[in-house]
């Protein structure tokens, strides 16, 4: 009986110290960002900073992939921390995690979809360089799945800072 008991914390023991030196992110621990959260983390405006300072739209960039005339995008707190006092992304700007850039795109003054940028290394549908890739109608049906990891969409957006491209579209 003691001998089991002994057994019993030695084995404890290892596998409590293989748990914390294990570098391996543990699947408890690994996200899975769809969509549907993005959609929920940036619908609302609220505690969004503005491209520029201002909710107006822009007319789209000649070579911006977005088909709507009209967009306008805002950045959470967390990325809005690397604008400058003019609301442009800072020259050199590599977003931290939770970072979330939001695309309105609009058609005769009618939203018609929301893009989503979300920064989170390690996510599931995170691509090679952390940035999870999403859009979504006005009511968050998908119309491009954050599982398709960006594929289409990173091409184009290779040339920005950190893969984003308002700086050089809307200088
Ligand atoms: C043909 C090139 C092209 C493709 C393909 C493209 N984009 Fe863009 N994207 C742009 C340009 C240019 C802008 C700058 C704003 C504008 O004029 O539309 C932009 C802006 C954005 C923004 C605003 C943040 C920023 O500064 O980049 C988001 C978010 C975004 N795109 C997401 C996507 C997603 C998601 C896809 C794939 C479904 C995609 N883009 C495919 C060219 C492209």
């Keep these: 009986m003691r001998h089991a008991v002994m057994l019993l914390f030695i084995v404890g023991v290892f596998v409590g110290c293989k748990k914390e030196d294990s570098p391996v992110t543990p699947a408890s621990v690994q996200t899975t960002t769809t969509e549907a959260t993005l959609y929920m983390l940036g619908k609302s405006s609220a505690g969004f900073t503005f491209y520029k300072n201002s909710p107006d739209t822009l007319s789209k960039g000649g070579n911006s992939g977005h088909p709507d005339a009209f967009l306008r ?34 058609t005769n003054n009618l939203l018609t979809t929301y893009v989503f940028l979300f920064k989170k290394k390690g996510d599931t549908n995170a691509d090679a360089n952390g940035w999870v890739w999403a859009e979504t109608s006005p009511s968050g049906t998908a119309t491009y799945p954050a599982s398709n990891k960006g594929a289409g969409c990173t091409g184009c957006h290779g040339t920005g800072i950190d893969y984003t491209r308002m700086n050089d579209a809307h200088p």
Excluded: C, Q
């Design 73 to 106: 995008t805002r950045y959470n707190s967390t990325s809005a921390k690397y604008l400058d006092a003019n609301g442009k992304v800072k020259a050199g700007t590599v977003f931290p995690d939770s970072s979330l850039i939001v695309k309105e795109l609009f």
